[in-house]
């Protein structure tokens, strides 16, 4: 079967920067969909991101590596392969929360797929410890590979008691000959089987998301044919029903005149009020104006009294003699001199 998605999702991608180790550095302009992949035939679990083309999260999942929820809408993980540390920031905290969920689920899937791996890499190592003479296998074999991988050299234990069983030593000299060509040739053919995978996944995601965005785009010309179609139906079934038609028409004119006369007796309203409310406006600038002059009228009024002199004794008697008589009031004395007369 290969490589393929079993979780999706969608977040904002982003790294830490490698200077400082403190600060996130987006990789993606906007939200962008991160999945979970599994590989049956490699039995290893992968996260991967791509932003258009270009694949900004490609992470293999070990059983040392932890999910962490920094805040209710933020996770991190580190991978010592990329030497970077992720951060995925989601629209909400339940998708955190699956998210971790899946990363939990699938890391403890790769812990046992791992310690499967390493027992059959010790059943397999066993027997061949344990081999009678003479049943020694050729460096050129397709063994060797394994056994490589296993002992972590190029060299092969020879684990045979009888030293007459050994092939010659011209054949173990044209054997190391070839292992370093050998390495070198599965090693240019991993490295293409690689590209390759990265250029399928690649292929893949693009392909899931032209599938969905068409899956939609089938959904909506579904729904507006069944639309259409109930509106042929509607339109036959009033085909039979004319004259009611045209009644309901006309009503539905007369209705829209008498509406179309209310919104222009509304309209012809709202410019009163806006007219009125000009005015007001116009009214509360004069009030202010006026306002302003009657201060500083008063104003004026108390820097003069406050310069005027004191009247002698006789123009008060002059005065009161005058008010007595009727020819000055004691509020007109008031407002002159400020002043009681009592």
């Known amino acids: 079967m290969g490589e393929q998605p079993i979780y999706s999702t969608r977040a904002h991608v982003f790294q830490i920067d490698p200077n400082t180790k403190k600060n996130w550095l987006p990789t993606s302009k ?3 969909t991160v999945s979970y992949f599994y590989d049956s035939t490699r039995n290893v679990y992968r996260i991967i991101s791509l932003d258009g083309t270009k694949a900004i999260i490609n992470s293999t999942i070990s059983p040392n590596m932890t999910f962490t929820k920094t805040s209710q809408k933020f996770g991190q ?13 989601f629209s909400t905290e339940h ?3 699956k998210f971790a969920e899946k990363f939990a689920e699938y890391k403890e899937a ?11 890499m010790d059943m397999a190592t066993s027997p061949s410890q344990e081999s009678p003479a003479g049943e020694l296998t050729s460096p050129l074999t397709p063994v060797t590979p394994p056994m490589e991988s296993i002992n972590g050299t190029d060299d092969i234990c020879d684990t045979t008691p009888n030293s007459d069983s050994r092939p010659e030593p011209a ?27 990265a250029k399928l996944t690649a292929a893949l995601l693009e392909s899931t998301a032209n599938v969905k965005q068409w899956k939609q785009q089938l959904a ?6 069944e639309r259409l179609h109930k509106r042929v139906t509607e339109l036959e079934c009033q085909s039979t029903q004319t004259p009611v038609i045209k009644s309901q028409k006309t009503e539905l004119n007369q209705t829209i005149e008498e509406l179309e ?5 509304k309209e012809e309203e709202m410019e009163k009020l806006k007219e ?11 009030k202010d104006t006026l306002t302003q002059k009657l201060e500083e009228t008063e104003l004026r009024s108390r820097v003069l009294e406050s310069s005027w002199p004191e009247p002698s004794s006789d123009w008060r008697r002059t005065r009161k003699s005058r008010r007595t008589s009727g020819r000055v009031c004691g509020h007109c004395w008031s407002s002159w001199t400020g002043r009681s007369l009592s």
């Not at 993980?77 to 920031?89: I, K, Q």
């Not at 054949?171 to 995978?197: D, I, R, V, Y």
């Not at 006369?261 to 007796?265: C, F, G, I, V």
């Open 30 to 32: 906007h939200a962008v």
């Open 77 to 89: 993980w580190a991978d010592s392969r990329a030497n970077t540390v992720y951060g995925l920031g």
């Open 95 to 97: 998708h955190l929360s």
């Open 110 to 120: 790769a812990r046992l797929a791992k310690e499967k791996s390493q027992e059959k």
């Open 171 to 197: 054949q173990n000299a044209l054997a190391f000959a070839h292992s370093p060509a050998m390495t070198k040739h599965w090693e240019a053919e991993l490295e293409a089987l690689k590209g390759n995978n």
């Open 220 to 225: 909506a010309y579904q729904e507006e044919a």
């Open 261 to 265: 006369a209310t919104l222009r007796d």
């Open 276 to 286: 009125e409310l000009e005015n007001m406006n116009d009214l509360m600038e004069q």
